[in-house]
């Protein structure tokens, strides 16, 4: 009936809880209240005779019932939701901050499509958890409990039944409670399936088009939204059958109530007015378990949702985020790699993958670093590991001796720009998109890091300049201007320290000589690790390191590799370089 993992987040707001169930209690006694009132003043026209003068102060008494009972509902529904809001917040937060910590390694493990399901509508369905099922919960056991010991003080024998036919509403939801978590589950799973799904099919239909496979796609995308249709129908006819299985208890169980209460009236057993109460009270006193199996199929859906949100909560923490140290960091002199080894955990079905074996070496301020090496030696994860999305398995890396995890990531960062092969564009304005490299930027911030990134010529004949949205992922730009997006917002960032995987991977000649331009400058007084790919750059570099399955095989400078025997010398003959 409860799920204690939802519930200590709920005590977490305990107070926000208890007013909610607070509101609905006193609520109920206005309820009960007014039940009274009702029956006396009946009793008082119909059976005493008394004249309407005399039943006024009872009828404002009762009206007034009526209204705080209408005000105490409106305010207990409030409250809860509020206290949905509020967990619901709590939730949201947290898990983006521990998908922060997790980082972008890990979580490329992760359809994005499922995590955006999960942390939209996921959530959305966690909040009524919260804001219907938990506080009707409580108000379903202390509101029938507080009713029989009234009816008990009138009637004992009505409360001796109430007693007895009240279990049968939860010992029903019991009964059905493994079933509708099993089909909430197979349906959020359903929704997140085709969520994934869809969003595969948006993002690779140019390729999908261009290999004609358009047709097939859209048949798949239609299975599974049939699956997804039937499993919600699934869900609804138990949502509907238990539905009516409840109210059917509830109704058959107030109607032997008013049989008996009946019967003994007839034969005098019994006064009216309390008859008349008990009789105003039993379906009050049911009202609450059968609300409560309403929201049950409801709480259901929130525990599926969170059942996903908790794997997310548990995937392992990547990335160390100590306080930061002091009140800022200094920009450092050295960044030093030593015996820095690095494994991929196992997914399932595979075996773990080391990347990085017994990596040493310095980047002095100032300095210009070029990674080379075969696909797979390990250049992107050393970029990933100054980039503090990964932790070292083994060894460490410092700034200036002190080791990096005794820094906060955040802190660690903000020392540093990104320009990688591909970067990504949000589906925002020209603007918006360079001012991600520092959001409190003027916009002649902005225009001068466009500029000096040879970007501001197309910017400015794009439809609406600077306010043109460019589309999911920079459609409307060519490969080249989004490479120039990037290096502006390295400008604007005007960070000390690049890391540069090495753009400009499949442009024509004149763009590629436009971007080293545009990327000298960038380079000019600050230190620079480049994953390299062209010899123009390999040769600009103060230093070469080359990588070889995870270990360093040579280190120099560019003419004394490209003159010794070795992988460098081999891979400058197969790009067309003199040896």
Not at 55 to 71: D, G, N, Q
Not at 127 to 146: C, E, H, K, M, R
Not at 282 to 303: C, D, I, K, M, T
Not at 405 to 410: D, E, V
Request: aromatic content about 6%.
């Amino acid at each position: 009936m409860i799920d204690h993992r939802l519930a200590r987040l709920a005590g977490r707001h305990r107070l926000l809880f208890l007013v909610t169930v607070m509101l609905g209690f006193c609520a109920g006694l206005a309820t009960v209240a007014q039940a009274f009132e009702m029956a006396g003043i009946i009793d008082a026209v119909f059976l005493g005779g008394f004249a309407l003068e005399a039943t006024v102060r009872p009828l404002v008494l009762l009206a007034a019932f009526i209204c705080l009972r209408a005000a105490l509902t409106t305010a207990e529904r409030i409250a809860a939701h509020r206290l949905g809001e509020r967990v619901v917040g709590e939730i949201h937060s947290r898990t983006l901050a521990h998908l922060e910590q997790v980082g972008p390694i890990t979580l490329g493990l992760e359809h994005s499509g499922d995590m955006q399901m999960t942390l939209s509508e996921g959530i959305d369905d966690l909040g009524t958890w919260f804001t219907d099922y938990l506080p009707q919960l409580a108000l379903s056991a202390l509101v029938p409990t507080t009713v029989m010991v009234l009816v008990l003080t009138q009637d004992p024998f009505s409360a001796l039944l109430l007693v007895f036919t009240a279990p049968l509403i939860p010992l029903f939801m019991v009964l059905i409670g493994g079933a509708a978590q099993s089909k909430a589950r197979e349906r959020f799973t359903a929704l997140a399936r085709l969520g994934a799904f869809f969003l595969d099919t948006i993002q690779g239909l140019t390729t999908l088009i261009a290999l004609g496979r358009i047709r097939d796609r859209v048949d798949a995308v239609r299975r599974v939204t049939e699956d997804l249709r039937q499993r919600t129908m699934g869900v609804l006819r138990l949502a509907f059958v238990s539905a009516l299985a409840l109210e059917l208890i509830a109704t058959l169980s107030t109607a032997v109530v008013a049989v008996e209460i009946g019967l003994r009236l007839l034969y005098g057993r019994l006064e009216f007015r309390d008859a008349f109460f008990v009789l105003l009270l039993a379906p009050e006193f049911y009202l609450p378990l059968r609300l409560l199996g309403q929201r049950f199929h409801s709480g259901q859906a929130g525990v599926a949702a969170a059942d996903r949100i908790f794997e997310l909560l548990s995937l392992p923490v990547t990335v160390s985020a100590p306080a930061a140290v002091g009140s800022g960091m200094a920009p450092p002199e050295v960044l030093e790699l030593r015996n820095v080894h690095f494994t991929y955990p196992s997914r399932e079905g595979e075996e773990p993958r080391t990347a990085l074996q017994g990596i040493n070496f310095q980047l002095q301020r100032g300095e210009t670093i070029a990674l080379v090496g075969p696909s797979g030696s390990g250049k992107s994860t050393i970029a990933n590991l100054l980039l503090r999305f990964i932790e070292p398995t083994h060894g460490s890396i410092s700034a200036d001796g002190l080791p990096a995890y005794n820094i906060a990531p955040g802190q660690w960062r903000r020392h540093l720009a990104w320009v990688p092969q591909e970067p990504h564009l949000l589906a925002a304005d020209v603007a918006d998109n360079i001012r991600l490299g520092r959001p409190d930027a003027t916009d002649t911030d902005v225009k001068e890091a466009a500029k000096r990134a040879g970007a501001l010529y197309f910017i400015e004949q794009l439809p609406q300049g600077w306010n043109t949205p460019i589309g999911v992922r920079g459609a409307r730009l060519s490969g080249g201007e989004a490479q120039r997006l990037a290096l502006a917002r390295a400008f604007l960032t005007d960070a000390p320290f690049l890391i540069l995987d090495e753009p400009g991977a499949g442009l024509d000649p004149e763009s590629v000589e436009a971007l080293e331009h545009s990327m000298s400058q960038l380079l000019q007084g600050r230190t620079a690790l480049i994953i390299a790919h062209r010899l123009s750059t390999v040769r600009r570099a103060d230093h070469v390191v080359v990588l070889d399955q995870g270990r360093v095989i040579q280190t120099g400078t560019f003419a004394e590799l490209r003159s010794s025997e070795g992988l460098f010398s081999t891979m400058v003959r197969s790009l067309g370089g003199s040896p």
